[in-house]
């Protein structure tokens, strides 16, 4: 793959031979690492050093052809040989910029190298425009160019318009994160080891030393496992090992299995669980109340007063522990619960209806609700009861 | 808007009908009357008489010698004209067959055939002198040169000739006629007789003042004068909707006894003054307090010639002051005393004069009185230069620099600059801050001009970002050439490498060919509406044919034509498509409003000679609009009698113009269509051996399983060159350093499956465990409620069920939501926005059956 993208790139820049490819791969599939790498590869040449214009455009920051134009322009230092003028219209700088590479030809003109970055965003700019003309130069006799680009859209090539299809190469790189787990702990390890460099030669040992013990703990190869199964994504393994890493100081100086065990809690919690720990015990009340609503209507929605009838029958049966709050303060509860998004309105409020009629669906599962109650502290036990049965009060 | 109207100019017939034609309707005449109303002035063209007329393009009038004045049945009024071409229409390529510079001035003889010499009447500008001069003879030099060309050999489109003694003596004769009639006539007097006298009256007050810009300035005018008419007269008529003079038009057509008034003594100039006060008592006052104001400036007692020809100036141009309004009126010969008695004074009224004059000279147009603001500007500018020479003479010098060299380079512009060059020490030294900062001065005077500038700029300068030619810089090291067969092949591979010929196309070329080549000898216009699939070879066949009709033309077999291409997806807005073929056309830039204007007035008047125009319009789809404008003038253009415009429009489907265009628009394209229908395998077979040329590259079977696969898929080209360029790449990989080998049927295969898998079988397979445990959950939630939709919720209680018979530790809903977005980003799935969060919907964007085949072990 690394070889297909280099030839690719060096045809380019020293034939002045035109190209397109589309780099394809999830997220965290070393795209943008591939490329940066085969460019840093090309430009150690010297001969595709002095070559070679590079122009790198975001689909996130050219939201648009006009704003992509101008960074065209500006990235090949042409807007100078028009002084202010080339920031025209959008119409004068499309001309401006066909005309400038209209001009060159194969063998005399120096190659640009257009690199796009999250391209299925280009894809939406209106008529396709920009990539029209980028393929269209690309396949006809004018200044060489490369378009390379980046996407993590398998079905990029649908998007594209036939006329652009029909243009572009169709030389598309798939990459996957093809490793298995035995290449994981060995991409662990060696994320993980300090490089040889190091200054303190006994402690980068001492350290190593420690990795290497990590890799083959038991703990440390299931809590790996685990993450493995979720996502192969590198990110992610980046991102536990920085957790676990920054517990690490003067006292603590080496890594142990329990900090990554703790990180990987910490990365694996769930985000509305967590919130529903901080909630007081007439917000969970309301929460449990929605809950047995589900259950009784299959998931259909329901209004505050609904719920707020069902918490009454709770209180008048059950609970001996539970002050009766006023109806107001456990409309408040309720708007709490909005804020925090832990119930949501299917219909956007208008200024008619009424607060209490409006319906809402509950952003948590009975799962979820479970599990948050069994770690909430001083939890009053016929709420808990309660909770497990909508029935318990019989 | 009184000013427009008071410019009209009307086209009246000279003298009774000499003879009148029943069956056709037609009289004709043997002279035309241009009348411009707001300056009163009448000119009479006669027969023979040799005339401007209106190009293309508005720096460049057509030369010609009318022949014939008829009026239709339709109240139209023609003329018949004998072109002559200047230098820069004969195309480059013939030019070197003179072996001889020519001069600007000098003409050629019209022989060529296929120009129309039916003009309308409208676009005659003014008539000129064509001499007649034998091959050796050197120009005369003279002093108007504008108004005056020479003709030396005939141009028939293939040769030059020296002109015949019979055409000789008969353009002598016209000249003599031509001249001969306008000295009889008293009341029309050709504009290059009165031009001289002009002149002299000029220099006689110019010399008054100060001899020194004498001549530099009436040489700068000459050069500019001929051009600045025609667009001047060319940009009023499209603001106008047509027919407007121009200022310096009529200043040319004074009357005599007003160009007399030049030789006029000071003294007898103030008593006219007096005698004319009724008609043009309004701007009087201002041009006296002018006067006045520098006397007083310089703290002298007035000066007697200075003030004159001052008030003379402004008297000459009193009239296009018509808007001026002066609260104070004044009789000349009292200001004059008034400015001797009490300079102060009225060197205040001066302040409240000189403020209302610049708002006047703001706020007039330029097309009312450029020209008599240019005089007063000239005048103000000797005296000005006076006062500064005092001050500084080296700021003399720039001033004088920079006013020849602005007046050179444009002088619709440059009177303009001429003004606000002028106006601004002016109200320095008002301001008695005396030129304290010149620089700054004229700095602010150089800026200003391009606020003022409405009309098109001048071509020419080169300065304009315009104008700029951007270019990719060049590559510091040459390009290496192919080294082995396999690189030879891949260069003729890529679909932009031009081959020699264009195989399986030639029935679709010839008739195209037919189609242009019938219509480009007939001097008629028509449309071609040519359809086909991507990579069908539509644009290059065109390409082809077009290169083929200018080759013919360079052989004379073929009337010279003019190529215009444009392309609906390079072009930012449908609308934008005038702006192009205007600008491929003339090289004018102008906004798409106006350049629809000026096309449609090129298309749709008749006469001004012109070839034939091929357009070619690319991706026509992308030119369509709500209330499709854009395709109706495009079309109907070539309807249009006189337009000689032939149209190929390009686009993929073959019903476009049943399925997106209104009736209106369909039936002016009309019937004439064409479809290239997508290559079979033996074409594409034949497209690649011709391309590779009998070069030792490809096995022969390889190329048919390309082509075959291709055919079978889209029969697009470029897709089979693509292939096969890919494959060579495979080949040269795979026998690294071997011997170098051919292509064959394996690395075809390869190069295909690489174009053409599926990646999402792949991507699944090495998705991680949970994100296929996910997959299986949507699978079992899909059969579980027989729809192919589901929420996360549904898909979260699924996929913990298959969680606890594999064993495994279930995620928690965190998780579940990440592994779904992931999902979701690499459009595996399709899911909604995440803010439903568990209700959020998700939909499989493969089938089922590929999700199950990819996830079988």
Known sequence: VEMHLLELLKRTTVHGESNSALIIGPRGSGKTALLNHVLRELTEMKQVRENLLEVHLNGLLQTNDKVALKEITRQLHLENVVGDKVFGSFAENLAFLLEALRKGDRTSSCPVLFILDEFDLFVHHKNQTLLYNLFDISQSAQTPVTVIGLTCRQDILELLEKRVKSRFSHRQIYLTNSFDFKQYIRIFKEQLSLPAGFPDESFAQKWNKNVQHLSEDKTVQDMLQNLFHHTKDLRSLNLLLMLAVSNVNVHHPLITASDLHEASKQSRMDSKANIVHGLSVLEICLIIAMKHLNDVYEGEPFNFQMVYNEFQKFIQRKAHCMYNFEKPVVMKAFEHLLQLELVRPIERPSVRAQREYLLMKLLLDNNQIMDALQAYPNCPTDVKQWAASSLSWL | ?857
């Not at chain 2, 039916?118 to 040169?145: C, F, Q, R, W, Y």
């Not at chain 2, 990719?472 to 192919?482: D, G, L, Y």
């Not at chain 2, 795979?734 to 999402?760: G, L, N, Q």
Request: aromatic residues 6%; positive net charge.
């Open chain 2, 1 to 857: 808007m009184n000013t427009r109207q008071q410019s009209k100019v009307i086209y009246s017939w000279y003298g009774e009908p000499l003879s009148s034609d029943r069956k056709l309707r037609t009289s004709r005449y043997k002279g035309i009357l241009i009348t411009s109303e707001r300056s009163r002035t009448e000119t009479c063209i006669q027969l023979g008489n040799f005339i401007l007329v209106e190009g293309e393009n508005a720096d460049q009038p057509f030369v010609a010698q009318l022949l014939d004045l008829y009026e239709d049945g339709g109240q139209q009024k023609h003329a018949v004209v004998q072109w002559f071409s200047h230098i820069t229409e004969i195309p480059p390529n013939k030019r070197k067959l003179l072996k001889r510079e020519v001069s600007p001035q000098e003409v050629f003889f019209d022989q060529v055939p296929g120009y129309d010499t039916d003009i309308a009447v409208e676009t005659i500008i003014k008539s000129v002198m064509v001499i007649p001069l034998h091959l050796g003879e050197e120009l005369p030099i003279t002093l108007n040169k504008e108004q005056s060309f020479y003709v030396k050999q005939s141009w028939d489109g293939k040769c030059f000739k020296a002109l015949s003694p019979d055409a000789f003596s008969k353009l002598k004769e016209a000249n003599k006629k031509g001249g001969g009639i306008s000295n009889s006539s008293n009341s029309f007097i050709p504009l290059d007789i009165i031009s001289p006298l002009k002149k002299e009256r000029e220099s006689v007050v110019r010399s008054a003042t100060k001899p020194k810009n004498v001549e530099l300035e009436i040489e700068s005018k000459h050069s500019a004068s001929k051009s600045s008419l025609a667009k001047e007269r060319h940009s009023q008529r499209v603001a106008n909707g047509m027919r407007t003079p121009t200022a310096r038009k009529k200043l040319q057509l004074n009357s005599p006894t007003r160009s007399s008034k030049g030789r006029l003594l000071g003294c007898e100039v103030l008593e006219l003054l007096d005698d004319d006060c009724d008609a043009i008592v309004p701007l009087e006052p201002s041009a006296n307090k002018r006067k006045v104001k520098f006397t007083g400036i310089l703290g002298s007692p007035p000066k007697m010639p200075c003030a004159n020809d001052k008030s003379k100036s402004m008297f000459d141009t009193a009239e296009h002051w018509q808007t001026f309004s002066d609260p104070i009126r004044l009789s000349p010969y009292s200001k004059v005393k008034d400015s001797s008695k009490k300079p102060k004074n009225l060197n205040r009224e001066y302040d409240i004069i000189c403020s209302i004059g610049h708002q006047e000279l703001g706020s007039q147009s330029p097309v009312s009185t450029p020209r008599s603001r240019r005089i007063c500007a000239q005048k103000t500018s000797a005296l000005i230069a006076e006062q500064v020479s005092i001050l500084n003479t080296l700021e003399l010098n720039q001033e004088e620099d920079f006013l020849s060299s602005s007046d050179s380079s444009y002088s619709s512009s440059s009177e303009e600059e001429d003004n606000d060059v002028l106006c601004t020490p002016e109200k320095k030294t008002k301001s008695s801050r005396m030129l304290s900062t010149p620089k700054s001065s004229r700095k602010s005077s150089v800026h200003t001009p391009a606020k003022t500038l409405k009309k098109t700029p001048l071509p020419g300068t080169p300065k304009t970002p315009r104008n700029a030619t951007p270019e990719i810089p060049r590559r510091n090291h040459e390009a290496q050439k192919p080294a082995s067969i396999l690189e030879e092949a891949r260069l003729r591979l890529h679909v932009s490498a031009i081959p020699e010929c264009l195989p399986c196309r030639e029935e679709e070329f010839q008739d195209i060919y037919n189609f242009v080549e019938s219509k480009l000898i007939d001097g008629t216009g028509g449309c071609m509406y040519i359809s086909g699939v991507p990579g069908t070879g539509k644009t290059a066949t065109v390409h082809e044919v077009i290169r083929c009709l200018q080759q013919a033309a360079e052989n004379d077999d073929l009337p010279s034509f003019q190529f215009v291409e444009i392309n609906g997806m390079k072009l930012t807005d449908p609308h934008q498509a005038y702006v192009q073929i205007l600008e491929l056309l003339t090289g004018q830039k102008v906004t798409a409003t106006h350049a629809a204007v000026l096309l449609a007035k090129l298309f749709n008047t008749p006469g001004p000679k012109r070839k034939t125009t091929v357009l070619v319009v690319d991706e026509l789809d992308l030119l369509w609009t709500r209330k499709q404008n854009v395709m109706y003038n495009l079309f109907d253009w070539p309807t249009q009698k006189h337009s000689k415009l032939i149209i190929l429009a390009i686009a993929n489907t073959m019903d476009l113009p049943e399925r997106i265009m209104m009736n209106r628009v369909a039936s002016r394209l009309g019937l004439t269509r064409m479809s290239f229908q997508p290559y079979t395998y033996k074409q594409l077979q034949q497209i690649i051996s011709s391309r590779l040329n009998s070069m030792k590259a490809f096995e022969e079977d390889a190329i048919q399983l390309v082509s075959r696969k291709v055919a079978a898929l889209s029969g697009d080209a470029r897709r089979c060159l693509d292939i096969c360029r890919r494959a060579t790449e495979i080949c040269e990989f795979a026998s690294h350093k071997r011997t170098p080998e051919i292509v064959r049927m394996a690395h075809v295969t390869e190069a295909i499956d690489e174009m053409f898998s599926s990646p999402y079988i792949n991507a699944i397979r090495n998705a991680s465990l949970h994100e296929q445990i996910f997959l299986k959950a949507i699978l079992a939630e899909f059969r579980r409620a027989g729809v192919e939709e589901a929420t996360v919720q549904q898909v979260y209680h699924q996929h913990i069920a298959l969680c606890r018979i594999e064993g495994m530790q279930s995620p928690t809903l965190s998780e579940i939501m990440a592994i779904c977005s992931r999902l979701g980003a690499c459009r595996l799935l399709l899911v909604e926005s995440s803010n439903k969060y568990l209700h959020m919907r998700v939909r499989l964007n493969i089938s089922q059956d590929d999700v199950m085949y990819a996830l079988k072990e």
